[in-house]
């Protein structure tokens, strides 16, 4: 960017047009790193768990340094959960797809685990 308002100074017209093309080029692979990566570590296989607060939890084995996926220390505890859908009620529109964990299975599960920060 700085280089194409340099070359607006000296008015050279292609070289404007070309410093802007290569500042939205590397703009565009930004953001797409940035998609990439949330969509990776916050919501990809490497689960974190997101607070009511806003705050995200993500879990690191102690002795490796790594992160840890919610399956390798997560136990699944039966429960009553149940995806509601539109048949169970007159005034029912919708609920979002439950969870394959639940916060109190990742907090008994951390408990149990020493060896994850």
């Given at each position: ?6 070359a607006?100074?000296h ?5 404007v ?16 790193s940035?998609?990439?990566?949330w969509?990776n570590f ?12 806003g ?12 992160q840890i996926a919610?399956?390798e220390?997560?136990?699944k505890v ?5 995806q509601h859908?539109?048949?169970e009620?007159?005034?029912f529109?919708g609920?979002p797809?439950?969870?394959k ?12 685990h020493?060896e994850?920060?």
């Amino acid at each position: 960017m700085v280089l194409a308002v340099d070359a607006g100074h000296h008015m050279k017209k292609n070289k404007v047009a070309f410093y802007m093309l290569l500042t939205i080029l590397g703009g565009a692979v930004f953001v797409g790193s940035q998609a990439w990566e949330w969509y990776n570590f916050i919501k990809g296989e490497f689960g974190a768990v997101e607070t009511k607060g806003g705050r995200i939890l993500q879990f690191v084995d102690a002795s490796t340094g790594k992160q840890i996926a919610l399956e390798e220390f997560v136990k699944k505890v039966p429960s009553d959960r149940i995806q509601h859908t539109g048949k169970e009620g007159i005034w029912f529109e919708g609920e979002p797809k439950l969870y394959k964990y639940t916060v109190d299975q990742v907090v008994a599960s951390f408990y149990t685990h020493k060896e994850i920060l």
